[in-house]
């Protein structure tokens, strides 16, 4: 060993410390990452006037129904919520109609999916069948994806839906390769319209003059924010992902998937209020998970 | 070149006899009028002309990163190591400070590659100011940046001989660094438990070994190559040095082999979970990246070359080994990604990004050789200040 006893002494301390400083770091913010830091209590009481002029009736359709649940748990503070959906796949047909809804809602680009139908077909012909599996984010419990963000862009609200701060965020699509279900996806900065014959004659027929088609440049309003992707701007560059459609729920109306379902097989609502739709299917034992071996404990449960 | 060092006092510490000064530079400028190129094309159309997409988000880049960081670390813990064990040919801390050097352009190549990749580059800072420590990314962050201190102070020490009692414990700690981030860049894919194909706890021990397989590989490749024309070191100091670094690499390779043997073993007899993505990496598109460049050109003729007694072919068998190394990397990162766990999500909703398959596009090959380009002007420059500084300690006494 080249080292004397001063030498061997200092460098003892040094790996020592180097070791405990290290381990510190790891322990306090894992021992912190369960604390919300997102605002809870009486002023996160929403007072909706949603269907106050709409009576009450018996037998009502499902989507009136829910619209009811989410006002009255909207007037419970945000931890005492417990968002949930619940997904009938002996309804779905595939229609994808909730998948088309969400990406007209949320102004997704190419590339950016957040509610894809998976279709699998068993057997053989003339015993063939068909299953689709609508894939939202499952907004897991245990989120895999919130602990390996490297800069705390994403997290888990006190309602049970985990976010992603676009402002924040890095893109290093770390968030992307944790997530079991291939929830969320990377916005490269794709546009529709990019290889879209152009107008390069003063022919106001054509409808794209620009290096894309101007809709595409219309904000999204997602997290109730107005977002513009123009100028490689958040969201472009950022992981992104289903929020329940959290715009939609703060102001008392159902996530575009449920609303745009032309079967009634998606349903959603608080499973903390032991009366509400979802309450009670997913109190039946045909109600399961996605991979539930993976620990993830969604809060996207399918009827079978 | 016969020049001494009172003659060539900023000299960049090569022997011109063995690799002519123009190659290196014909070297430089071919990767970076390349390098500029793509490095353009990244800066205009962003990630659009690169391959990877949401469901095999990283590539190239971030193999690059795994591996450059990979090759920091082994370099700085047999480099540094063999100073604090004071070993035969690394006494010297001229060659001390080289090592440095290169462990440090060698981590800020990595660290480049990772910033290519990131899709808001201008938030990277965030990392330090916003860290979640529970996340392996923060954490290996923050080990590369107190890496760098310490090698950095320990670069300015061994300059200053009267202070040179925390030059040691300095190293020693430069290496614990050198140790945790080459063998957490494994738990880096370790801890994804959507992978199965990742989630093993030999990953770790795989990436520090080729971490020290690649980092001595390089070292010995350097060190012969660009053999100071006034080095420290006697002929036989010198000779042990390679020597030692020969059996360093052959030891990894083989260390590696066998673990790896290992990995894809069990996974490769289990029937279930772990099988597609091995049978991606032995027999899918890219079988020629395990077969060829990673067990042939990496593997076995390294080992044959350096079973001989030539110090050329020890040198070919380094940079063999530095270079293809990379294709550990890929190996884990892209067959671990392309195995999805929901059945026909690929086919739900159709895009180019949303596909699981990779493969690297022109951009990216152009944007590696940029990384490379910049990784040996860094080592050039930092060359150039270690013999300045070197001349003036000297003259200084």
Same mark, same amino acid.
């Given at each position: 060993?080249?080292?004397?006893?001063?030498?061997?002494?200092?460098?003892?301390?040094?790996?020592?410390?180097?070791?405990?400083?290290?381990? @510190?770091?790891?322990?306090?913010?894992?021992?912190?990452?369960?604390?919300?830091?997102?605002?809870?209590?009486?002023?996160?009481?929403?007072?909706?006037?949603?269907?106050?002029?709409?009576?009450?009736? =018996?037998?009502?359709?499902?989507?009136?129904?829910?619209?009811?649940?989410?006002?009255?748990?909207?007037?419970?503070?945000?931890?005492?919520?417990?968002?949930?959906?619940?997904?009938?796949?002996?309804?779905?047909?595939?229609?994808?109609?909730?998948?088309?809804?969400?990406?007209?809602?949320?102004? &997704?680009?190419?590339? #950016?999916?957040?509610?894809?139908?998976?279709?699998?077909?068993?057997?053989?012909?003339?015993?063939?069948?068909?299953?689709?599996?609508?894939?939202?984010?499952?907004?897991?419990?245990?989120?895999?994806?919130?602990?390996?963000?490297?800069?705390?862009?994403?997290?888990?609200?006190?309602?049970?839906?985990?976010?992603?701060?676009?402002?924040?965020?890095?893109?290093?699509?770390?968030? %992307?390769?944790?997530?079991?279900?291939?929830?969320?996806?990377?916005?490269?900065?794709?546009?529709?319209?990019?290889?879209?014959?152009?107008?390069?004659?003063?022919?106001?027929?054509?409808?794209? @003059?620009?290096?894309?088609?101007?809709?595409?440049?219309?904000?999204?309003? =997602?997290?109730?924010?107005?977002?513009?992707?123009?100028?490689?701007?958040?969201?472009?560059?950022?992981?992104?992902?289903?929020?329940?459609?959290?715009?939609?729920? =703060?102001?008392?109306?159902?996530?575009?998937? #449920?609303?745009?379902?032309?079967?009634? @097989?998606?349903?959603?609502?608080?499973?903390?209020?032991?009366?509400?739709?979802?309450?009670?299917?997913?109190?039946?034992?045909?109600?399961?998970? +996605?991979?539930?071996?993976?620990?993830?404990?969604?809060?996207?449960?399918?009827?079978? | 070149?016969?020049?001494?060092?009172?003659?060539? *006092?900023? $000299?960049?510490?090569?022997?011109?006899?063995?690799?002519?000064?123009?190659?290196?530079?014909?070297?430089?400028?071919?990767?970076?009028?390349?390098?500029?190129?793509?490095?353009?094309?990244?800066?205009?159309?962003?990630?659009? *002309? @690169?391959?990877?997409?949401?469901?095999?988000?990283?590539?190239?880049?971030?193999?690059?990163?795994?591996?450059?960081?990979?090759?920091?670390?082994?370099?700085? +813990?047999?480099?540094?190591?063999?100073?604090?064990?004071? &070993? *035969?040919?690394?006494?010297?801390?001229?060659?001390?400070?080289?090592?440095?050097?290169? $462990?440090?352009?060698?981590?800020?190549?990595? %660290?480049?590659?990772?910033?290519?990749?990131?899709?808001?580059?201008?938030?990277?800072?965030?990392?330090?100011?916003?860290?979640?420590?529970?996340?392996?990314?923060?954490?290996?962050?923050?080990?590369?940046?107190?890496?760098?201190?310490?090698?950095?102070?320990?670069?300015?020490?061994?300059?200053?001989?009267?202070?040179?009692?925390?030059?040691?414990?300095?190293?020693?700690?430069?290496?614990?660094?050198?140790?945790?981030?080459?063998?957490?860049?494994?738990?880096?894919?370790?801890?994804?438990?959507?992978?199965?194909?990742?989630? $093993?706890?030999?990953?770790?021990?795989?990436?520090?070994?080729?971490?020290?397989?690649?980092?001595?590989?390089?070292?010995?490749?350097?060190?012969?190559?660009?053999?100071?024309?006034?080095?420290?070191?006697?002929?036989?100091?010198?000779?042990?040095?390679?020597?030692?670094?020969?059996?360093?690499?052959?030891?990894?390779?083989?260390?590696?082999?066998?673990?790896?043997?290992?990995?894809?073993?069990?996974?490769?007899?289990?029937?279930?979970?772990?099988?597609?993505?091995?049978?991606?990496? %032995?027999?899918?598109?890219?079988?020629?990246?395990?077969?060829?460049?990673?067990?042939?050109?990496?593997?076995?003729?390294?080992?044959?070359?350096?079973?001989?007694?030539?110090?050329?072919?020890? #040198?070919?068998?380094?940079?063999?080994?530095?270079?293809?190394?990379? $294709?550990?990397?890929?190996?884990?990162?892209?067959?671990?990604?392309?195995?999805?766990?929901?059945?026909?999500?690929?086919?739900?909703?159709?895009?180019?990004? &949303?596909?699981?398959?990779?493969?690297?596009?022109?951009?990216?090959?152009?944007?590696?050789?940029?990384?490379?380009?910049?990784?040996?002007?860094?080592?050039?420059?930092?060359?150039?200040?270690?013999?300045?500084?070197?001349?003036?300690?000297?003259?200084?006494?």
């Amino acid at each position: 060993m080249g080292m004397n006893r001063r030498e061997f002494v200092r460098a003892t301390a040094l790996v020592g410390a180097g070791i405990a400083g290290a381990t @510190a770091l790891v322990v306090k913010d894992r021992a912190t990452a369960s604390k919300t830091r997102d605002p809870v209590g009486p002023k996160t009481i929403r007072s909706l006037t949603v269907l106050n002029n709409v009576p009450k009736q =018996e037998n009502e359709d499902l989507l009136i129904r829910m619209q009811r649940e989410l006002v009255k748990a909207m007037s419970k503070p945000v931890e005492q919520r417990k968002w949930v959906m619940v997904i009938d796949t002996r309804k779905c047909v595939g229609c994808h109609a909730c998948t088309i809804g969400c990406v007209a809602e949320n102004k &997704l680009p190419p590339g #950016v999916v957040y509610r894809p139908v998976v279709t699998e077909e068993f057997g053989e012909f003339p015993n063939v069948q068909l299953r689709f599996t609508p894939r939202p984010c499952m907004q897991c419990e245990q989120p895999p994806c919130v602990p390996v963000c490297p800069v705390s862009a994403t997290w888990r609200r006190p309602d049970g839906i985990t976010v992603i701060d676009y402002d924040k965020c890095i893109g290093c699509r770390y968030c %992307l390769t944790a997530c079991p279900y291939g929830a969320r996806t990377s916005d490269f900065g794709a546009y529709y319209t990019d290889n879209a014959a152009r107008n390069n004659s003063n022919n106001a027929d054509h409808a794209i @003059a620009g290096p894309h088609a101007a809709w595409e440049d219309q904000p999204n309003f =997602e997290y109730a924010k107005n977002w513009d992707r123009s100028g490689h701007q958040s969201p472009m560059g950022n992981a992104r992902k289903c929020h329940f459609c959290l715009h939609r729920l =703060e102001v008392g109306e159902l996530p575009t998937c #449920v609303t745009t379902c032309i079967g009634r @097989a998606t349903y959603f609502g608080d499973h903390n209020d032991p009366d509400s739709l979802v309450s009670g299917l997913i109190a039946k034992n045909n109600c399961q998970t +996605l991979l539930p071996h993976k620990g993830t404990k969604p809060r996207v449960f399918y009827i079978v | 070149m016969s020049m001494t060092n009172s003659t060539r *006092p900023f $000299s960049i510490l090569y022997d011109e006899h063995k690799v002519p000064s123009w190659v290196w530079w014909g070297v430089w400028l071919v990767l970076m009028v390349l390098g500029t190129w793509g490095v353009l094309q990244r800066v205009i159309h962003g990630h659009l *002309p @690169a391959g990877y997409g949401s469901y095999v988000p990283w590539g190239l880049w971030v193999a690059i990163y795994f591996h450059c960081v990979g090759i920091a670390g082994g370099t700085m +813990l047999v480099g540094a190591g063999g100073f604090v064990l004071d &070993l *035969p040919g690394f006494r010297s801390r001229r060659l001390l400070r080289m090592t440095i050097v290169l $462990s440090a352009a060698s981590i800020a190549c990595g %660290l480049m590659g990772v910033w290519f990749d990131l899709g808001h580059m201008l938030r990277a800072y965030t990392i330090y100011t916003h860290a979640t420590f529970t996340s392996m990314m923060a954490f290996n962050s923050w080990m590369y940046t107190a890496f760098c201190i310490t090698a950095g102070i320990a670069f300015f020490l061994s300059y200053r001989r009267n202070r040179s009692d925390w030059l040691k414990p300095l190293l020693c700690l430069a290496i614990l660094f050198a140790i945790l981030f080459p063998s957490q860049s494994g738990a880096f894919f370790g801890v994804v438990d959507a992978k199965p194909f990742w989630n $093993s706890a030999l990953l770790p021990v795989m990436f520090l070994i080729s971490a020290i397989t690649a980092g001595s590989a390089l070292l010995l490749v350097i060190r012969e190559t660009l053999r100071p024309t006034d080095d420290p070191d006697t002929p036989d100091e010198h000779d042990a040095a390679l020597r030692t670094l020969r059996i360093v690499v052959v030891s990894g390779l083989i260390a590696y082999f066998v673990s790896e043997f290992a990995e894809l073993s069990i996974a490769y007899w289990n029937p279930t979970v772990h099988a597609p993505a091995v049978e991606l990496i %032995l027999f899918g598109p890219y079988w020629w990246v395990f077969w060829i460049i990673h067990l042939l050109i990496g593997g076995l003729i390294p080992l044959i070359f350096l079973s001989t007694q030539s110090r050329g072919l020890w #040198v070919v068998a380094g940079f063999l080994v530095a270079v293809t190394f990379i $294709s550990t990397r890929l190996n884990v990162l892209v067959p671990g990604q392309a195995v999805g766990e929901i059945r026909g999500l690929q086919e739900a909703f159709h895009d180019d990004r &949303l596909k699981y398959v990779y493969h690297a596009t022109l951009m990216e090959y152009l944007v590696g050789f940029f990384i490379v380009a910049i990784g040996m002007m860094l080592f050039w420059i930092g060359q150039r200040i270690n013999g300045r500084l070197t001349h003036r300690a000297e003259t200084s006494g």
